[in-house]
């Protein structure tokens, strides 16, 4: 299940699995299916993360 975390004033969705946080749902939920049937993170999906430096800079 993708979670929602709010983080100052936006919404994040984040991959129950790894951890890592998304602006765009879709890509959450992507992450988390790649995650649960590998076992592993997809580069080609982990590039959409939103990094800890984005979140402060915003
Ligand atoms: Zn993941």
């Keep these: ?10 919404i994040l969705y984040v991959c129950e699995r790894c951890g890592l946080r998304y602006r765009e749902k879709i890509w959450a939920e992507r992450c988390e299916d790649f995650c649960t049937r590998y076992n592993a993170c997809s580069i080609e999906i982990t590039k959409h993360a939103v990094k800890d430096l984005d979140i402060l800079k915003t």
Excluded at 5 to 10: K, P
């Design 1 to 10: 299940m993708v979670k929602e975390v709010r983080v100052s004033n936006e």
